[in-house]
């Protein structure tokens, strides 16, 4: 509504409302319907179906624990022949949400606390005692109080020294909860019994459900060599997705298991590459002195990384939606008029039908 005033000051409101116009073409009537088969497809079919655009939804709640299996056998002049189980190779023993494996290492033996002569790189790992020693027959250096002898400086084994950890499994336990709709669950499905679980491991194709993994399976279907990983070490992604339609059976809500590799490879950028730290083991001897063997230790580090929504109908969400698309439909007359009164040879003709002006004739009185 709009108000003017004429020249002797009385004044006058415009009033405006809808008007029918029929307009005979058949580019316009099937432009029109085309428009809103588009709509009605993309409300009904995008919105509603793909999208579920009727459900109320939550994101996942997750905990995550493993458990590593597996025997490897060493041999090295450092160490001689070992037997390596999960109390040797997996360091820390718990960790959330992730793991690691040892498969390669450069073992320093005997170590005691004295001084010694440095390796030139090597002072940030000792303190100087302000002294010049022989290093060898020819060269002198920096005397140190360190850990002596130094770390070895070495490039690590190839093949690996644990190349026997791609045959070790883990089991994967993973407990999910929905906490707007109250649901929870895990991945040992009600279907596997104890007796599936001591033998199953998984595969995509006969044992999609078992949540025991070999290591060297899920570095493979991250497209990786396990072998050649063991060297440096690296960083797999065990991911674990749980969609869920809540308006399903519960049966259906299981979880999908992908891989793949974390840590960078590029070979243009390979400064630091795989994943190592160092640790020891500390051993006195009778008459007290202490020693230990430095190891630096190379692995794979997995990390389960768990992802999900849940979907649940609810009519809030679904009234939104349907009005979103009532007010789409109403959008498709408007181009409609916009493109008659614009476009079209006989726009003005349209244009003189559309509005019609009509004066004011006064109220009926009661």
Known sequence: ?????????????????????????????????????????????????????????????????????????????????????????????????????????????????????????YGRHSVRTGRCVNYNDTVKSCEVLSWCPLEKIVEPPNPPLLADAENFTVLIKNNIRYPKFNFNKRNILPNINSSYLTQCVFSRKTDPDCPIFRLKDIVEEAEEDFQTMAVHGGVMGVQIRWDCDLDMPQSWCVPRYTFRRLDNKDPENNVAPGYNFRFAKYYKDSDGTETRTLIKGYGIRFDVLVFGQAGKFNIIPTLLNIGAGLALLGLVNVICDWIVLTIMTRKHHYKEQKYTYVDDFGLVSI
Not at 11 to 25: A, E, G, P, Q, W
Request: aromatic residues 10%.
């Open 1 to 121: 509504m709009t108000s003017c005033c004429d020249s002797v000051g009385e004044c006058f409101f415009d009033y405006y409302t809808s008007k029918i116009l029929v307009i005979r073409s058949r580019k316009v009537g099937t432009l029109n319907r085309f428009t809103q088969a588009l709509v009605i497809a993309y409300v009904i079919g995008y919105v509603c179906v793909l999208k579920k655009g009727y459900q109320d939804t939550d994101t996942v709640l997750s905990s995550v624990t493993t458990k590593v299996k597996g025997i490897a056998l060493t041999n090295t002049t450092e160490l001689g022949e070992r037997i390596w189980d999960v109390a040797d190779y997996i360091i820390p023993p718990q960790e959330d949400g992730s793991f690691f494996v040892l498969t390669n290492m450069i073992i320093t033996p005997n170590q005691t606390q004295s001084k010694c002569a440095e390796v030139s790189h």
